[in-house]
């Protein structure tokens, strides 16, 4: 079910995500995504780095217990972001069906 309800979502904003990377906003998106790209990178650094310097299980379990804190943040934040994108591009779409009746 929410597999379906996943690759839905994916199909109907998959024409929107065109308009989205226009040429104009292609530098700026792309350097976002870089910007994403290296905090993921130094975030599991820091945590390869736990993880090498735990000297018990309870240590390691700690780094994991920190990471696993960071990625359901992440993951809380992009769903967030998905909503409102999500919910802009309907209130844009019931604005054009009022202007076209």
């Known amino acids: 079910m929410k597999i379906a309800?996943?690759?839905g979502f994916t199909l109907l904003a998959a024409p929107f995500s065109q308009q989205a990377f226009a040429d104009d906003d292609f530098a700026a998106h792309r350097t976002q995504a870089l910007a994403k790209i290296d905090g993921h990178i130094q975030k599991l650094?820091?945590?390869k780095g736990c993880v090498s310097a735990a000297s018990t299980k309870e240590a390691m379990a700690a780094c994991h217990s920190e990471m696993?804190?960071?990625r359901e943040?992440?993951?809380a934040q992009h769903a967030e972001?998905?909503?409102s994108r999500i919910d802009d591009k309907i209130?844009?779409?019931q604005?054009?069906?009022a202007q076209l009746k």
């Open 91 to 93: 209130k844009k779409l």
């Open 45 to 47: 650094q820091e945590h």
């Open 5 to 7: 309800l996943l690759v």
């Open 95 to 97: 604005d054009k069906k």
């Open 81 to 83: 972001a998905v909503k």
């Open 68 to 70: 696993k804190t960071w």
């Open 73 to 75: 943040n992440e993951k």
